[in-house]
């Protein structure tokens, strides 16, 4: 395999894995995650912007951040086997645009206004940067792990007060258990193991939108089945872009829905296998109001499991650019 990796979704930057396999980074590299090992939501809009986890291996995990499908703010690299932190940078545009790494030194720090304490990694301004245990009140430990700020994130464990034993371990965003991880109960015995989104275990893989459903709710990256009724999301303003769901497998929308939609894509999905859309879906409202410069595209490209795509009369009607390459030849 190549030591470089070409941009997500095509332009001039390239990725240096073996960079990213260390953690390390300098001003004007650009960076870059595969969507399939990430964990993220995308917002009612059906954009990638906010914060996720992204596992390079057993032991490095990053907190990342996204704008509009393109990494851009804080990302940080951690080390879950040493307990530290790798890198810690700001990204514009995909590129670093300075590393923000931070000295540190172990304290032990009051919270709160009370008896609550942080013990661990803190820089000299006595805010808590990396790893480290959270004590409540009554000194007992809820949390062990990575902490930017007021922040846990990366990897951590969260505990039974009560019992101190481990309740969570596992990956971390924004206070929240994300990615993947292991729930336990109090007598150590294992409930459950795999994904989590929400701060739940993550045991549905179909989003469903029932008939007269205006707001779409954020959608998780390992959503396998999408299934929309009639009359849905006429609100819908945004490219419907699938590609940012990579374990996407099968698209079903009904009769009349995102009729103000103003675009449709997919690119490089291997595990897709059918589109189905009803009558006045899609119609391209927007477009229809707007000049060439903001037409309309359908795009369905390199999707080589892709074996149905049906679409019934009047959808897409709008549509000024088709674009349908490296389907299955199955593809009908």
């Given at each position: 395999?190549?030591?470089?990796?070409?941009?997500?979704?095509?332009?001039?930057g390239?990725?240096?894995?073996?960079?990213?396999?260390?953690?390390?980074?300098?001003?004007?590299?650009?960076?870059?995650?595969?969507?399939?090992?990430?964990?993220?939501?995308?917002?009612?809009?059906?954009?990638?912007?906010?914060?996720?986890?992204?596992?390079?291996?057993?032991?490095?995990v990053?907190?990342?951040?996204?704008l509009?499908?393109?990494?851009?703010?804080?990302?940080?690299?951690?080390?879950?086997?040493?307990?530290?932190?790798?890198?810690?940078?700001?990204?514009?545009?995909?590129?670093?645009?300075?590393?923000?790494?931070?000295?540190?030194?172990?304290?032990?720090?009051?919270?709160?206004?009370?008896?609550?304490?942080?013990?661990?990694?803190?820089?000299?301004?006595?805010?808590?940067?990396?790893?480290?245990?959270?004590?409540?009140?009554?000194?007992?430990?809820?949390?062990?792990?990575?902490?930017?700020?007021?922040?846990?994130?990366?990897?951590?464990?969260?505990y039974?007060?009560?019992?101190?034993?481990?309740?969570?371990?596992?990956?971390?965003?924004?206070?929240?258990?994300?990615?993947?991880?292991?729930?336990?109960?109090?007598?150590?015995?294992l409930?459950?193991?795999?994904?989590f989104?929400?701060?739940?275990?993550?045991?549905?893989?179909?989003?469903?939108?029932?008939?007269?459903?205006?707001?779409?709710?954020?959608?998780?990256?390992?959503?396998?089945t999408?299934?929309?009724?009639?009359?849905?999301?006429?609100?819908?303003?945004?490219v419907?872009n699938l590609?940012?769901?990579?374990?996407?497998?099968?698209?079903?929308?009904?009769?009349?829905?995102?009729?103000?939609?103003?675009?449709?894509?997919?690119?490089?999905?291997?595990?897709?296998?059918?589109?189905?859309?009803?009558?006045?879906?899609?119609?391209?409202?927007?477009?229809?109001?707007?000049?060439?410069?903001?037409?309309?595209?359908?795009?369905?490209?390199?999707?080589?499991?892709?074996?149905?795509v049906?679409i019934?009369?009047?959808?897409?009607?709008?549509?000024?650019?088709?674009?349908?390459?490296?389907?299955?030849?199955?593809?009908?």
């Amino acid at each position: 395999m190549s030591s470089k990796s070409k941009r997500q979704g095509g332009g001039p930057g390239f990725m240096d894995e073996k960079k990213r396999r260390t953690g390390q980074f300098a001003r004007g590299d650009y960076i870059s995650f595969p969507l399939k090992e990430c964990y993220y939501l995308l917002n009612p809009q059906m954009e990638l912007s906010g914060n996720g986890v992204y596992l390079e291996n057993d032991h490095l995990v990053y907190y990342v951040t996204w704008l509009n499908g393109v990494v851009d703010g804080d990302v940080i690299a951690l080390n879950t086997q040493l307990k530290g932190i790798c890198g810690h940078y700001e990204v514009r545009h995909g590129y670093v645009k300075r590393c923000r790494f931070l000295s540190t030194k172990q304290l032990s720090i009051p919270l709160y206004d009370s008896k609550a304490r942080w013990e661990g990694d803190a820089t000299f301004q006595r805010e808590r940067y990396g790893w480290g245990l959270f004590f409540d009140p009554d000194g007992n430990v809820c949390y062990e792990g990575f902490c930017i700020g007021n922040v846990y994130v990366g990897y951590g464990r969260f505990y039974h007060v009560s019992s101190a034993t481990v309740e969570y371990e596992g990956t971390i965003c924004n206070n929240m258990r994300c990615g993947y991880g292991s729930l336990y109960s109090e007598d150590g015995s294992l409930l459950y193991r795999g994904s989590f989104f929400n701060d739940k275990p993550y045991v549905s893989c179909c989003y469903s939108l029932p008939d007269n459903t205006q707001v779409l709710s954020k959608l998780e990256s390992r959503t396998e089945t999408i299934v929309v009724g009639d009359h849905c999301a006429n609100s819908f303003k945004g490219v419907m872009n699938l590609s940012l769901l990579p374990f996407l497998k099968d698209f079903a929308v009904g009769n009349d829905s995102f009729r103000l939609c103003s675009g449709f894509c997919v690119r490089d999905h291997d595990t897709l296998c059918s589109i189905i859309v009803g009558s006045y879906s899609f119609i391209g409202a927007v477009a229809k109001r707007k000049s060439s410069r903001n037409a309309f595209v359908f795009a369905i490209e390199n999707c080589p499991s892709l074996r149905t795509v049906q679409i019934c009369h009047h959808s897409f009607f709008h549509c000024s650019v088709y674009l349908l390459s490296s389907c299955s030849r199955r593809c009908v």
